[in-house]
């Protein structure tokens, strides 16, 4: 899904847009252990309690593609004959109307879920009407529609007694502890809204933390191979650099790496690019070509990349660097640069000791005092 479409979608979480009637779910406890279960009807409460669970809901489709939101992808051979996504598509054929359906994707969650606290699990079924408007504002008369539903996970946080002022009773009281819904730590959105239709081979899959994608559920859910977390992908991606450059791993190598992805990111945005950005290895080796590393060290990162992404593996590149910082680190200084102004920065060698050497032009300030640098 691009992220025109994400937001198209996102849009509808509102009490006097959406088609959602209903949610239900569970309470689960810290055993996995389910406490309760509900089915509630959002048109019997009132504008505002429904649109702060709409709005939990909505936090399903928050976040980065490719980080936070990941396109999942069925075989073929899954969409025709296997469980997980028969499951799914009786969940979504029905309404998540069916009561065998339901409590089978219960069963199948909880067992794969790992979380210390309470949470609870909530389903909604959507269908969207979908019309096609023209650049004079006009919409076509037939329409297509979309139904989908979407699946997240909350944790509850219980809060404490705590002394509230009630105006009304001119009194002050002691407030009982409450089980406060939070934000949802991951779930998903099936089928995929891609070019504005439902993709029945790709589901759209959540997680607030991009370094964990729990795992085990979506191995439930989807058994379907997630991309490498965007938290790992760096990690990953630093060591093969530092690992196969080997003594060719400068500044001026790491500077140019990190200033020409993040010149495509900026491209990318600024020509309001639909489909989302990905970089190959081919990417990086001509940067790491035209920086002068030796020819020896780009074809080990060649081999090496296939070992670790996956043969020609795209990557996002928000995932590997963050084209909003610039951070040099030695193990007693720390020196953060605008990213754009790098180029301000270098290491030099002198009398036997290594320098980072910073281009100060302009004032410089000390504790919030100028201070002068003498010739």
Do not use: W
Not at 149 to 156: L, R, S, T, Y
Request: hydrophobic share 35%; net charge negative; with cysteine.
């Amino acid at each position: 899904m691009t992220e025109k479409e994400v937001a198209e979608i996102r849009r509808r979480f509102r009490a006097d847009k959406t088609n959602i009637n209903h949610v239900r779910g569970i309470f689960v406890n810290e055993k996995r252990e389910i406490v309760s279960e509900f089915s509630q009807s959002l048109g019997m409460l009132s504008e505002e309690e429904a649109n702060a669970i709409l709005a939990v809901i909505k936090k399903t489709l928050s976040g980065t593609l490719e980080k936070n939101l990941i396109d999942v992808s069925f075989s073929n051979a899954q969409v025709l004959d296997s469980q997980e996504h028969k499951l799914l598509s009786k969940l979504r054929s029905s309404e998540i109307k069916d009561d065998e359906a339901v409590h089978a994707f219960y069963e199948k969650a909880v067992s794969s879920i790992e979380m210390d606290c309470n949470y609870i699990l909530m389903l909604a079924y959507d269908c969207y009407d979908i019309f096609t408007k023209h650049k004079d504002g006009e919409t076509d008369d037939s329409s297509s529609s979309f139904s989908y539903i979407i699946c997240c996970v909350c944790p509850i946080k219980t809060s404490k007694y705590s002394l509230t002022y009630y105006l009304h009773e001119n009194r002050i009281r002691n407030v009982c502890e409450d089980a406060v819904i939070c934000a949802p730590e991951f779930g998903f959105m099936f089928p995929a809204f891609d070019d504005r239709t439902a993709n029945i081979y790709k589901a759209l899959y959540y997680s607030r933390n991009a370094a964990d994608s729990h795992k085990e559920f979506s191995d439930a859910v989807f058994n379907s191979e997630l991309p490498m977390p965007a938290a790992e992908q760096k990690q990953t991606f630093n060591s093969l650099l530092a690992e196969t450059v080997a003594e060719d791993c400068s500044y001026d190598v790491i500077e140019s790496v990190h200033t020409e992805i993040s010149g495509m990111i900026d491209n990318h945005k600024e020509n309001k690019e639909e489909e989302p950005l990905v970089i190959s290895k081919t990417t990086v080796k001509d940067i790491l070509t035209a920086c002068g590393v030796k020819e020896e060290h780009v074809v080990e990162f060649d081999k090496k990349y296939d070992e670790a992404f996956g043969e020609n593996a795209l990557i996002p590149p928000q995932n590997i660097i963050d084209p909003k910082n610039f951070n040099l680190r030695t193990p007693d200084v720390v020196v953060k640069v605008a990213p754009d102004k790098s180029d301000m920065l270098e290491t030099r060698v002198i009398d036997g000791m290594k320098y980072i050497l910073i281009r100060a032009d302009n004032d410089v300030e000390v504790n919030g005092i100028n201070i002068k640098i003498k010739q």
